[in-house]
């Protein structure tokens, strides 16, 4: 078949402002970065860059834990690997779903072999950490599995060091998924006594999608050392342990650009300042869910358990949710998510994550919502 590409246009998409569940926009330091010239994977210079990218990794998940490194893969590669990592055939795994990712996180448990429990809260509802206790007494598991940020309804999980007590004494390892919180409100993997943590690299620390930062405590890391068969080769967190090691041994091609870039968006992280970037986010929150309620829209989370990166209003009575969003994209050039599965059609999805977070894009999105609002 013949196939002409001198009619096809150059590579021009829109222009957006993204303010929905992720990616976030890229701050343009970490765009130039991805335009530096390649060097090998085994090269001196890129094993610095990926000491660098731990080092900054440490920081922003607050962690000592020497296995910090980033998955070459996204968010649900993280969340794959911590799985496969520590799951044999057969193991129990407490399944804690508030959302799309906690029963993301028990069906993927699932296919990895395990007998899976699950323990399960409405949407938008977090959970009481005795219930978490009170079902690792009744019935015991290997590991346990909670989503800090359920981005698929704006909740936040409080309370996570007392769950770690929980479930520590009862013998298992919590597996928690931060991908909505890194970088955009306090994780303190150390703090918490959390045994092995993910992320992605799209969300709120605002580099482009593609890498999955992840961290192993020293429980889990014993589990991994004692398996009596490895996991899939390629998410192999000892494999990919001495690919980050010194001398380093090839295990797969780093995906070079993509390592530049979460380093500057790491070192952006890092410059802000964890404090002050949790603030940021906070106080534009605050900025959006004030004015939202202005516009007489109610929020489907309350206030003290809101996430600062996502945020849930439900739809008013009688707007087209997704004619709604048409219109945003198509004449403000905003995006915005709708809600998925028992939230479909009923709260709209509204990220601030990263260098989205800013208050002008909050003062735009407001005034776009305003008058569309007005018109349907
Ligand atoms: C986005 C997200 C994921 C999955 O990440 P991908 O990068 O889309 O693979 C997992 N967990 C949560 C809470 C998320 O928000």
């Not at 909505?180 to 993910?198: E, F, K, M, N, Q």
């Not at 589990?223 to 090839?250: H, K, M, N, T």
């Not at 309350?302 to 009688?318: D, E, K, N």
Request: net charge neutral; aromatic share 6%.
């Amino acid at each position: 078949m013949d196939f002409v590409a001198p009619h096809l246009s150059d590579l021009n998409p829109s222009p957006r402002l993204l303010l929905g569940p992720g990616p976030s926009m890229v701050p343009p330091r970490v765009l130039s970065s991805m335009a530096t010239p390649l060097v090998g994977h085994l090269d001196p210079d890129f094993l610095r860059i990926l000491a660098d990218v731990r080092r900054l990794l440490q920081y922003t998940f607050q962690t000592k834990n020497e296995l910090t490194l980033a998955i070459s893969g996204t968010g649900t590669a993280g969340m794959e690997a911590a799985l496969c990592n520590l799951i044999e055939p057969g193991d129990r795994v407490l399944a804690c779903i508030q959302g799309f990712f906690g029963q993301r996180l028990a069906e993927l448990a699932s296919r990895h072999g395990a007998t899976v429990q699950t323990l399960e809260v409405p949407w938008g509802q977090v959970f009481d950490p005795e219930r978490i206790r009170s079902a690792l007494r009744a019935s015991p598991a290997k590991l346990v599995t909670l989503v800090h940020a359920e981005t698929s309804t704006g909740a936040c999980q409080p309370e996570i060091e007392a769950i770690a007590r929980f479930v520590h004494e009862a013998g298992a390892l919590l597996i928690l998924d931060v991908v909505t919180s890194l970088g955009g409100l306090p994780v303190s993997i150390d703090a918490w006594d959390v045994d092995v943590a993910y992320s992605a690299s799209q969300k709120g620390l605002s580099a482009p999608p593609g890498l999955a930062p992840l961290t192993v405590g020293p429980r889990a890391l014993q589990a991994i050392q004692r398996r009596s068969r490895p996991p899939v080769f390629y998410l192999d967190l000892l494999e990919l342990q001495r690919y980050w090691g010194d001398p380093p041994a090839y295990h797969h091609t780093a995906p070079i650009s993509s390592f530049y870039a979460l380093r500057e968006a790491l070192r952006l992280v890092a410059e802000e300042g964890l404090p002050a970037r949790h603030q940021r986010h906070l106080e534009n929150a605050e900025r959006l869910w004030n004015g939202l309620e202005d516009l007489g829209l109610e929020m489907l989370v309350p206030r003290h358990l809101r996430l600062p990166t996502l945020s849930t209003p439900r739809l008013p009575s009688g707007v087209e949710d997704a004619l709604l969003r048409r219109r945003l994209l198509d004449e403000f050039g905003i995006e915005i998510a709708g809600g998925f599965g028992p939230l479909a059609g009923k709260i709209w999805r509204i990220g601030l994550m990263g260098h989205s977070s800013r208050r002008e894009n909050v003062v735009l999105l407001l005034a776009a919502l305003r008058e569309l609002l007005a018109r349907s």
